[in-house]
């Protein structure tokens, strides 16, 4: 399996940006689609944005933050990242990145076999 850990978490004001960073090692990266997902207090882990594993327009994103969101890949530094742009107070959760091994993505949790330990987002209001 890939070992994944999250860096870029913080609390940002309504409206505000963050990037979210996921830094892969273990095996090879070029390989695995990527997600991200996230889970605020009381709900359900759920998608947010996938990519494939050869990148480009080859991304999926979940309807609430799809063109505020924009996952990308560089393969080169094992990472994928995801920038979050209009941030809303809806948006505060802790942010997971996650591998899938077939490297086509996925929107289901199952379907993905490494997950890092997370970073919390927060979004005040």
């Known amino acids: 399996q890939v070992q994944l850990a999250e860096s870029g978490g913080g609390l940002v004001q309504a409206g505000g940006s963050l990037r979210l960073s996921c830094l892969a090692s273990?095996?090879?990266?070029?390989?695995?689609?990527m997600g991200w997902f996230r889970q605020a207090p009381g709900r359900e882990r759920e998608f947010v944005a996938a990519?494939?594993?050869?990148?480009?327009?080859?991304?999926y994103y979940a309807n609430s933050v799809k063109g505020r969101f924009t996952i990308t890949r560089d393969n080169a530094k094992n990472t994928v990242y995801l920038q979050m742009n209009s941030l809303e107070p809806g948006d505060t959760a802790v942010y997971y990145c996650?591998?899938?091994?077939?490297?086509?993505?996925?929107?289901?949790?199952?379907?993905?076999?490494?997950w890092g330990q997370g970073t919390q987002v927060t979004v005040s209001s």
């Open positions: 996650a591998a899938e091994g077939s490297g086509l993505g996925s929107l289901r949790p199952v379907d993905y076999e490494s």
């Open positions: 273990g095996r090879t990266f070029s390989n695995y689609a």
């Open positions: 990519i494939s594993w050869s990148g480009g327009r080859n991304t």
